[in-house]
């Protein structure tokens, strides 16, 4: 009988889990955030000396990096180490701006990124007060957790100028913990945790220097009307411009329900029709007073101004 009656409760809280989430339609959407700093012209750059035991994978990985977002011409170590000795550069001299400048002459390059990068790994072993199970046997817990630390600091240095444009102390860890029953575990491997530590720091700073694609979560209200659940649909494969049509639809034929304006007030913010979109949630807020539809604003009034961060950035690429 109590087995009956735990299976019914596990039953119930599943289902009124599932009625949860199924109210409303939640879709992720990538959402472009503009660079923490704006470096203006600076987008041939240059990867200079990365001194500590890290420093030359670091080195490599950045390279890769910036060559990949699409946003810079990069010029590897080994071109500038060739053009430096050819020419007779120190290039601890890089703190003159007369250097620098004339290595920016020399390479085509606007800036140089430079920095140190240090790395230590440390595994931590403990295990638990032994125990016995039902059966009178006795067990103990033995853990193994990996650590992994990444200690950096980058410097961007306009090469035309001389002047350092940005400067980043980064600090990052990756971890990971295996544990066995009555005897220790095999490690965490350390070169994937090191690796993990590494991305994360390349992560945080080329959020810095270049534009970044985050997603966010966006959820519509339920909708009663074809054109609104076409609009849903269509939002959820990234058609946002049909998807406004059909919101916009649905709007005429229910002028004043606020569910209806609210979803067509997430389309107008996602084609990037910010007055719009806050006009609409207004008009929600004033039929029916809800602290989502303020929220949605500010978040319009958010996105507004990372787009004209954007739109500079990429004039003065």
Request: positive net charge; hydrophobic residues 40%.
């Amino acid at each position: 009988m109590k087995s009956s009656c735990h299976l019914f409760s596990v039953f119930s809280v599943i289902i009124i889990i599932l009625l949860l989430t199924g109210c409303g339609h939640g879709i992720s959407v990538p959402v472009i955030r503009p660079a923490e700093i704006d470096l203006g012209r600076a987008n041939k750059i240059a990867i200079g000396r990365i001194t500590g035991n890290m420093g030359p994978r670091m080195a490599d990985l950045l390279t890769s990096r910036l060559f990949e977002s699409g946003y810079f011409q990069v010029l590897d170590r080994e071109n500038i180490d060739r053009i430096m000795q050819e020419h007779q550069l120190n290039l601890s001299g890089l703190v003159d701006e007369q250097t620098a400048v004339k290595l920016g002459k020399l390479t085509g390059t606007s800036a140089l990124i430079f920095g140190h990068s240090v790395m230590t790994y440390q595994q931590k072993r403990w295990k638990d007060e032994a125990y016995k199970d039902n059966d009178g046997k006795f067990h103990r817990n033995y853990h193994i957790k990996g650590i992994a630390k990444a200690l950096t600091s980058f410097r961007v240095v306009s090469l035309e100028t001389g002047k350092i444009l940005a400067a980043k102390s980064i600090s990052q860890e990756a971890t990971d913990a295996m544990s066995e029953d009555n005897r220790w575990p095999r490690p965490p491997y350390k070169e994937s945790l090191v690796d993990d530590a590494v991305n994360k720091t390349l992560d945080t700073f080329m959020k810095m220097i270049a534009p970044y694609t985050e997603y966010v979560q966006v959820k519509f209200a339920d909708s009663a009307l074809p054109e609104g659940k076409s609009g849903i649909r269509f939002a959820k494969n990234g058609l946002w411009r049909d998807a406004l049509e059909q919101f916009e639809l649905a709007a005429q034929k229910s002028p004043n329900n606020p569910d209806i304006l609210y979803n067509l007030g997430l389309a107008y913010e996602y084609n990037y029709m910010f007055a719009e979109a806050v006009e609409v949630l207004k008009k929600a807020n004033k039929i029916r007073p809800d602290d989502k539809y303020l929220k949605e604003i500010n978040n319009i009034r958010q996105m507004e101004a990372e787009q004209k961060k954007l739109d500079q950035q990429s004039i003065m690429k």
